[in-house]
T-cell receptor, first 114, second 115 residues
Framework: GNSVTQMEGPVTLSEEAFLTINCTYT??????LFWYVQYPGEGLQLLLK?????DKGSNKGFEATYRKETTSFHLEKGSVQVSDSAVYFC?????????????FGSGTRLQVQP | EPEVTQTPSHQVTQMGQEVILRCVPI?????FYWYRQILGQKVEFLVS????????KSEIFDDQFSVERPDGSNFTLKIRSTKLEDSAMYFC?????????????FGEGSRLTVL
């Protein structure tokens, strides 16, 4: 079956530090990959996506590259801000199997300190 | 900006009681979903709904669960006889026909506490 593994949190960084949150996946088909973000007290929001190998998704200074050879989709940001404090979820959707619904990782909490 | 709205934001109920969680998806969306997140655990898929019928459901979505679109705007999740382990945050989501199956718009969630 499909699964997503993310690094455990919390990740605590100082403002302007470099961020990496690791994500690897297992899929039976050829999935699309996503990062969702959940700010305190809010629902999940799509942050970025990539639908094929070597695609780079980007949004709000965050980037992630779809690496088929390493089955990874690591999230990066060059300089984090306090406002980036949230829980980040890696997810996949596999159109090639009967399960098209999103499969989520366990989430990584990011805390950015001023 | 259009958004998915959910009610109630928090419900406390006794074990064995019926609960209905309500969602108003974005108005031109055609695909609807329920997910749940037990505290500290993964966001788990429950069910997807399209064209007035369930299109996919997970192992979690057993006979105690049901979904309904009673009118043109609401999408509900009913738990017939709640158990302690049903305590979780329940998220409704929707998407339009042209979007990737993974590009969902989520509501803020309904927290269910079963005592």
């Amino acid at each position: 079956g499909n699964s997503v593994t993310q690094m455990e949190g919390p990740v605590t960084l100082s403002e302007e530090a470099f961020l990496t949150i690791n994500c690897t996946y297992t899929a039976t088909g050829y999935p699309s990959l996503f990062w969702y973000v959940q700010y305190p007290g809010e629902g999940l929001q799509l942050l970025l996506k990539a639908t094929k190998a070597d695609d780079k998704g980007s949004n709000k200074g965050f980037e992630a590259t779809y690496r088929k050879e390493t089955t990874s989709f690591h999230l990066e940001k060059g300089s984090v801000q306090v406002s980036d404090s949230a829980v980040y979820f890696c997810a996949l959707s596999d159109r090639d199997t009967g399960r098209r619904a999103l499969t989520f990782g366990s989430g990584t909490r990011l805390q950015v300190q001023p | 900006e259009p958004e998915v709205t959910q009610t109630p934001s928090h419900q406390v109920t006794q074990m064995g009681q019926e609960v209905i969680l309500r969602c108003v998806p974005i108005s031109n969306h055609l695909y609807f979903y329920w997910y749940r997140q037990i505290l500290g655990q993964k966001v788990e898929f429950l069910v997807s709904f399209y064209n007035n019928e369930i299109s996919e459901k997970s192992e979690i979505f057993d006979d105690q669960f049901s979904v309904e679109r009673p009118d043109g705007s609401n999408f509900t999740l009913k738990i017939r006889s709640t158990k302690l382990e049903d305590s979780a945050m329940y998220f409704c989501a929707s998407r339009s026909r042209g979007q990737n199956t993974g590009e969902l718009f989520f509501g803020e969630g309904s927290r269910l506490t079963v005592l």
